[in-house]
């Protein structure tokens, strides 16, 4: 499945200057539904082939009405290199034809996403131990590809 990436806005005048021909900024944006329970939600997210696990603000998880409470933590180090402390829970996510588990980082400071119109990122753990991406930044497109049709 081919997805167009998203414009965000004009980048910045010193990246315009490095790269003329790129005035925008396009980012690989995948629009997708996850749900809990009885509760659901579509959402876009950057998919993100730095990220270990998925990423989201706490407030998607308080939508969901997911108790964290008992649910497993642990530290990440930011781009920025500040500690951010995260809950993991299993979630279910959809998009096109397919419905899977996947386990979810929520946070209070996993907000930054929203700065580009994304509700948070997609990383590696459960997305691309399924699936294969690949990235073609010049067309501004990005593939998702099921692993299990291409296993011999």
Partial sequence: ????????GRA?????????????ISLPLLK???????KSL?????????????????????ALEINLSKAGSFSLISVSGQAITVKLHEIE???DKYSFKIPVGFSTAAGG???????????????????????????EYFEVRDKILFQI
């Fill in 113 to 139: 996403a929203r700065n580009f119109g994304a509700a948070g990122i997609i990383g590696h753990r459960g997305f691309f131990d399924r699936f294969i991406v690949s990235f073609h930044s010049k067309e």
């Fill in 32 to 38: 997708f539904g996850i749900r809990y329970k009885d």
């Fill in 12 to 24: 910045a005048p010193a990246i315009l200057s490095a790269f003329p021909e790129r005035p925008f």
């Fill in 42 to 62: 579509k959402l876009s997210a950057l998919v993100d082939s730095g990220a270990d696990v998925s990423l989201f603000p706490m407030d998607i998880a308080e």
């Fill in 93 to 95: 996510m959809m998009f």
């Fill in 1 to 8: 499945m081919k997805f167009p990436y998203t414009r965000i």
